[in-house]
């Protein structure tokens, strides 16, 4: 059993695509891939996001 996950909005009931997020901390901006509902725009960020990239943004910002 190796099926995709489906994540479906909420609020729009339609399923989230893949889409590049621009995300902003203390002033910067960065992109990443996330799942996003093509129909209100709200983003999923999963913990694999948290604990990677954003994390890893936040760090280099906050040693500066």
Do not use: W
Not at 33 to 48: K, L, T, W, Y
């Amino acid at each position: 059993m190796d099926e995709k996950q489906r994540m479906i909005c909420n609020l729009c009931n339609l399923e989230l695509e893949p889409a590049n997020t621009n995300f902003s901390y203390l002033g910067h901006s960065f992109r990443a891939d996330a799942p996003r509902c093509p129909g209100c725009g709200q983003v999923f960020i999963s913990e694999e996001l948290v604990k990677g990239r954003i994390a890893e943004v936040e760090m280099i910002l906050e040693d500066k």
